[in-house]
């Protein structure tokens, strides 16, 4: 019998909250006190908020949604020119250029609404090529993204672990 060795943290002198969480602690300095969102782009992302709910409410119908199991035609394609699922990316990419917390506030509004809607605007605005462009160094790969990611495309991934749980 041996011991496993401990795990080897990235900030050895840091837990994260998930692992103390994990562990059965929690830890308070890492969410409070709470950042405050500033008013200016608190106001940039109410604006963005009203907009999306008018266009949800006349445009979206729920339970339509539910019953058929399919968004209505061509409302993808309203989400992506309207910058919806673009929402952090730079306006001359095709985005809205909002922060991470109004980004969360519109995938917020959207899933209160419908959730396949709201699945949309987050599975493309967290996993979309788009995403990653901030990670990528300039370079022929960064440059074809950004061309695509300008040009509307829409993309995911898919992965899975053996037992086909993702």
């Known amino acids: 019998f ?22 059965g602690r929690f830890r308070w300095d890492v969410v409070h006190p709470f950042p405050s969102h500033d008013s200016a782009d608190r106001s940039t992302g109410d604006a963005v908020l009203d907009e999306l709910r008018q266009f949800l409410t006349t ?41 991470v917390a109004n980004a969360f506030r519109v995938i917020e509004v959207a899933m209160s609404w419908c959730v396949p809607v709201g699945w949309c605007l987050a599975i493309q605005n967290g996993l979309g090529a788009g995403a990653y462009l901030p990670l990528l160094p300039a370079g022929p790969l960064r440059d074809l993204i950004a061309r695509r990611v300008s040009e509307g495309a829409i993309f995911s991934d898919a992965d899975t672990d053996p037992s086909g749980a993702s």
């Open 2 to 23: 041996t011991q496993a060795a401990a795990p080897v943290s990235v900030w050895p002198d840091r837990e994260g909250i998930l692992a103390g969480l994990c562990a």
């Open 59 to 99: 445009r979206v119908d729920p339970d339509q949604i539910d019953v058929s199991g399919r968004l209505p035609d061509g409302l993808v394609d309203e989400l992506r020119s309207r910058g919806y699922l673009a929402l952090r990316m730079d306006a001359k990419l095709g985005g809205l250029g909002l922060s």
